[in-house]
């Protein structure tokens, strides 16, 4: 079936009342997405103006082809880190083809973005697993934190782990400056104070005013306050970067697919989040599409690589944004910034930047959902699988752990691999469960101790599908269930939606195994695939008897 993709569908049937909440959450989104560009740009090993660069071709193009309302594209820490640890042993010592090459990394990306979301393969969502994203989101959302808090508190940065920095920010707190703390301070309290009583006051707006009003009126950018500083003014050129080989696309064309990953988690993430509370879907496949030619468009217009913003979304959220409208203001703005307004932003303070995005993803930092993870246990589980019987909590924490510790794409890749970890562990040792009779139904003994049984007698159900990750351990757990008085053992198969070869040739193998022992074995109510996978897997071998019920197999083993 052929991918439709909607043009700028959350703008189809526009509603009147959208407009002065998508206008305001534009703004806001405004004030902190040009900072950010310059500072993300610097990370990227680029001039800081790419950065800006950037962000007008992602914001349009990515309101044009994506599914989310909410999601704000642009350079972003993660993405902006790993392009420079592609690009830095590339391009040695030269700046110019170092820019260039950055250039063509954000093609490279968007070429790959195309062809995954053209080819369908927004799958790969569906490996990371709900409780894997959230783990993935709060690890994120504290690494961005601690990244700021030095910007916060007037203190150096350190290169590192989550842990590492923190370390660091401990051991500079006697070197805070009085006056960027202050600020920095007092800007956080503003966007909280008015996110809390005043809503509908855009708070990060207000703190940015703030913060530029207060370095200007009283000159502390001459007193150790630091600023942005100054920015190049203009539109960047527009077409194939210069001095890119063939070849050089070839070789980036590797690393591409780990810039889109990153991108793809966290845009998907941050896309998910906000979908859920606006009650909407999301389309991976033109989640691809949208980053991919939002990555495109970027590097043609002498960008560089871009995706989903976690924080820059949080800002848009919590400003009242109904549509992309507000990314299109936001990239309207943008351009404006460029061509008339890159003075304005030299003044705005770092700390009042950094207070701007904690504030807007420290309400992602969600401990109250991996609590909820947690409990999701009993017993019952836990005499069931262990351990594992956690699975969720313990992937969440495995993909924030890995972030914290590992970085974001060694992070997200622990949390899928543990998650599809316990998920194989599970499935290698389902419950087996020997049941009881309950009035007409057949019931699991342990739960139900009323249930009536016959010494003679063993019934059993797989709560699993039958393949061979799990046949032995079947196998084992049927024949250990059995005892000396046990003469007769039903299989009820309506549980057991699938069998393969494997567990199939297991089931001739313990059938006559409880032969030697002098135990009748059938199979009753099986579905429609598992006779007909069994049936073919018996070949020249006396078939084992299969019946509609476990009365009717019953019936049939205690003879006439």
Not at 39 to 68: D, M, T
Not at 248 to 273: C, M, N, Q, S
Not at 299 to 326: D, E, F, H, I, P
Not at 501 to 510: D, G, N, Q
Request: proline share 5%; with cysteine; hydrophobic share 55%.
């Amino acid at each position: 079936m052929a991918l439709s993709i909607p043009v700028f569908e959350s703008l189809h049937g526009y509603r009147r009342a959208w407009l002065r909440p998508d206008v305001i959450a534009g703004l806001t989104v405004w004030a902190v997405l040009v900072p950010e560009a310059l500072a993300y740009a610097s990370i990227a090993g680029v001039p800081p103006v790419v950065g800006l660069y950037a962000a007008v071709p992602s914001l349009v193009l990515y309101a044009l082809a994506g599914s989310s309302r909410h999601l704000v594209v642009g350079p972003m820490s993660a993405t902006a880190a790993l392009s420079a640890a592609i690009i830095t042993p590339l391009a040695g010592a030269d700046d110019g083809r170092y820019i260039v090459l950055t250039a063509a990394l954000a093609i490279a990306t968007g070429l790959v973005g195309l062809l995954a979301g053209l080819i369908r393969l927004g799958f790969i969502a569906a490996f990371i697993s709900e409780p894997v994203l959230k783990g993935f989101i709060v690890g994120l959302a504290l690494v961005i934190i601690i990244g700021q808090v030095p910007k916060l508190l007037g203190v150096g940065k350190h290169e590192g782990n989550f842990f590492e920095q923190a370390w660091h920010i401990i051991t500079e707190l006697g070197q805070m400056q009085w006056r960027t703390v202050t600020i920095g301070l007092i800007s956080l309290a503003l966007v909280l104070a008015l996110r809390r009583w005043l809503p509908f006051v855009p708070g990060s707006l207000v703190a940015v005013g703030f913060g530029i009003v207060v370095v200007t009126v009283f000159g502390l950018d001459d007193k150790g306050v630091a600023i942005v500083g100054h920015i190049d003014s203009g539109l960047p050129t527009l077409g194939l970067p210069s001095g890119v080989s063939f070849g050089d696309y070839l070789d980036l064309l590797g690393p591409a697919v780990g810039v889109l990953l990153i991108g793809f988690a966290e845009g998907l993430g941050a896309a998910k989040t906000y979908a859920a509370k606006a009650g909407y879907p999301i389309d991976p496949n033109r989640e691809l599409l949208g980053l991919g030619v939002a990555n495109l468009g970027s590097g043609l217009s002498s960008g560089m690589v871009v995706n989903g913003s976690l924080s820059k979304t949080a800002v848009n959220g919590g400003a009242g944004a109904k549509t992309q409208l507000s990314g299109l203001v936001v990239a309207g703005l943008t351009v404006l910034t460029l061509l008339f307004l890159t003075g304005l932003f030299e003044k705005l303070p770092e700390a009042t930047l950094a207070a701007v995005v904690i504030a807007a993803v420290i309400e992602l930092v969600d401990i109250a959902a991996l609590r909820r993870l947690y409990r999701v246990w009993t017993h019952m589980l836990a005499t069931i699988y262990g351990r594992a019987a956690r699975a969720d909590f313990l992937a969440a924490m495995a993909a924030m752990l890995g972030v914290l510790v590992f970085d974001t794409l060694p992070g997200l890749l622990i949390g899928i691999g543990v998650s599809v970890l316990l998920l194989v562990y599970r499935a290698s040792q389902p419950h087996v469960a020997a049941l009881g009779k309950q009035g007409s139904l057949w019931v699991a003994a342990v739960r139900h101790p009323d249930a009536a049984t016959r010494p003679d007698l063993l019934v059993v159900r797989v709560e699993s599908g039958l393949f061979f990750a799990n046949s032995d351990y079947v196998k084992d757990q049927i024949q250990g269930l059995c005892t000396d008085r046990t003469r007769m053992v039903v299989l009820d198969a309506e549980t057991s939606p699938s069998v393969d070869v494997t567990a199939a040739t297991m089931l001739l193998s313990l059938r006559d195994a409880l032969a030697a022992r002098r135990i009748g074995f059938a199979i009753a109510r099986p579905v429609a695939q598992f006779g007909d996978a069994l049936g073919s897997a018996e070949h020249g071998d006396v078939p084992i008897p299969i019946y509609p019920t476990v009365a009717a197999a019953t019936a049939a083993l205690s003879g006439p």
